[in-house]
């Protein structure tokens, strides 16, 4: 029985889920965040947990005259496979898409909530299964908080990374700036989870290939442009 990709989505956002709150996560959670029926959820979690990939437990719902509920935690395995997952290469053709997508997630900071956006992006990130792919919705997850910041602030980020001697440092200062930005206007839970992806970021494209690297760089500062 294979992890298909949808099944590994919602692995993803289990694991996403479960390391922020510490706690199993109730079927019905996972479902509103895919949408998708709360019966597909608990199926599809019922045939993960028969990889080895997640376990359930019954826990008292006190806002349901005190009935157990089934709830599931993401094993070991489960956290092993998000941190090797990444794979190294992505179709060119693939990269466009996830380029498109980010640039639309960007025009549309404008017409929506931006905190509804971030939470969207941060849910879509385990579900990433190329460096470059997860790369580039970090990045696109730090340019939408300069959006949200907008203003001087965003003026000032813009003009920091035009006036980086090196194209390729350009980057490094975005990254720097944002992140010290933010972590300041977000409270502590948030903040941890956001530096540990921005980690992340920061190790897996020192990994990736030249080319790879300035397809990251074009976005940037087509964004910023």
Same mark, same amino acid.
Request: hydrophobic content about 40%.
């Given at each position: 029985?294979?992890?298909?990709?949808?099944?590994?989505?919602?692995?993803?956002?289990?694991?996403?889920?479960? *390391?922020?709150?510490?706690?199993? @996560?109730?079927?019905?959670?996972? !479902?509103?965040?895919?949408?998708?029926?709360?019966?597909?959820?608990?199926?599809?979690?019922?045939?993960?947990?028969?990889?080895?990939?997640?376990?359930?437990?019954?826990?008292?719902?006190?806002?349901? /005259?005190?009935?157990?509920?089934?709830?599931?935690?993401?094993?070991?395995?489960?956290?092993?496979?998000?941190? *090797?997952?990444?794979?190294?290469?992505?179709?060119? !053709?693939?990269?466009? *898409? /996830?380029? !498109?997508? %980010?640039?639309?997630?960007?025009?549309? $900071?404008?017409?929506?909530?931006?905190?509804?956006? %971030?939470?969207?992006?941060?849910?879509? %990130?385990?579900?990433?299964?190329?460096?470059?792919?997860?790369?580039?919705? @970090?990045?696109?997850?730090?340019?939408?908080?300069?959006?949200?910041?907008?203003?001087?602030?965003?003026?000032? %980020?813009?003009?920091?990374?035009?006036?980086?001697?090196?194209?390729?440092?350009?980057?490094?200062?975005?990254?720097? /700036?944002?992140?010290?930005?933010?972590?300041?206007? @977000?409270?502590?839970?948030?903040?941890?989870?956001?530096?540990?992806? $921005?980690?992340?970021?920061?190790?897996?494209?020192?990994?990736?290939?030249?080319?790879?690297? *300035?397809?990251?760089?074009?976005?940037?500062?087509?964004?910023? !442009?």
């Amino acid at each position: 029985m294979p992890l298909t990709k949808r099944r590994l989505q919602l692995l993803g956002q289990l694991v996403e889920l479960y *390391q922020r709150t510490s706690l199993p @996560i109730h079927y019905e959670t996972l !479902a509103r965040s895919l949408g998708v029926s709360k019966w597909t959820a608990y199926d599809m979690l019922k045939e993960i947990e028969k990889l080895g990939f997640v376990t359930r437990s019954y826990e008292v719902n006190s806002k349901d /005259t005190g009935r157990s509920q089934v709830v599931f935690a993401p094993t070991v395995k489960a956290s092993d496979l998000f941190k *090797q997952n990444l794979s190294d290469s992505l179709n060119p !053709a693939d990269w466009e *898409q /996830t380029v !498109a997508h %980010i640039r639309n997630l960007l025009q549309s $900071v404008k017409n929506g909530n931006v905190n509804d956006l %971030i939470q969207r992006m941060m849910n879509e %990130i385990p579900s990433k299964s190329s460096s470059i792919e997860f790369c580039g919705y @970090i990045l696109g997850l730090l340019l939408v908080y300069v959006k949200k910041l907008g203003g001087r602030t965003e003026m000032l %980020i813009r003009l920091v990374v035009s006036k980086t001697p090196k194209r390729e440092n350009g980057m490094l200062m975005f990254v720097g /700036t944002v992140l010290g930005t933010v972590i300041q206007a @977000i409270n502590d839970e948030l903040g941890d989870e956001f530096t540990e992806l $921005v980690s992340e970021f920061l190790r897996i494209m020192d990994q990736l290939s030249s080319q790879d690297q *300035q397809r990251l760089l074009d976005l940037l500062h087509e964004a910023l !442009a």
